[in-house]
């Protein structure tokens, strides 16, 4: 954290004592819109007690890499971004990228700073807090990738060491993908 001495963020792990605070996260996004690194997928229940529940085990099990992931899941570590008890938003370290759309749109690592507090070096921190996981892990090196209009993730991104191997069209639309050496 030498690059941000004077913020206090910490990558937490999901947790359920944690969903007040994240909820309070997940309103200010925009509703319909995908949350990257999250690992909220159609058909998660979070508002209710039991269905944040299952879906915080469900990010816990794509963790250990001794059990199968959840369907629609990798091999995957899920952190919160947390400041105090407030949630900033997420981000999410792919252990492998075997899945042709991983390999292709989605990269190792993929992030969301909920939209109040952008602007504050949160995904920078975050994203350089991730890429020492990734190298204590044994990557070698990381794939991210960003919407073409998405400037700012870029610019964290480029700020990370990433280098613009292309922008392509996917099946999820266009891509800028960068690597990282780690």
């Known amino acids: 954290m030498t690059d941000f001495p004077e913020i206090r963020f910490e990558l937490t792990r999901p947790d359920v004592r944690l969903r007040e605070a994240w909820l309070a996260a997940y309103a200010e996004w925009p509703a319909g819109s995908h949350l990257d690194g999250t690992g909220l997928r159609e058909g998660d229940d979070v508002h209710s007690s039991d269905g944040f529940a299952a879906w915080v085990a469900k990010l816990l099990r794509c963790e250990d890499p001794q059990l199968t992931p ?26 492998a990228i075997d899945h042709p759309l991983l390999r292709e749109a989605g990269g190792h690592i993929g992030y969301n700073v909920r939209p109040g507090h952008r602007g504050r070096g949160i995904a920078t921190w975050a994203l350089g807090e991730t890429l020492r996981e990734a190298r204590s892990m044994g990557m070698d090196r990381v794939l991210l990738t960003c919407s073409p209009q998405n400037t700012a993730s870029a610019r964290i991104i480029e700020k990370a060491g990433g280098v613009l191997e292309d922008v392509r069209e996917t099946s999820i639309g266009p891509k800028r993908r960068y690597w990282i050496t780690l």
């Open 70 to 95: 959840a369907v629609g899941h990798v091999h995957s570590t899920y952190r919160w971004i947390m400041e105090d008890t407030l949630c900033l938003g997420a981000i999410e370290l792919r252990h």
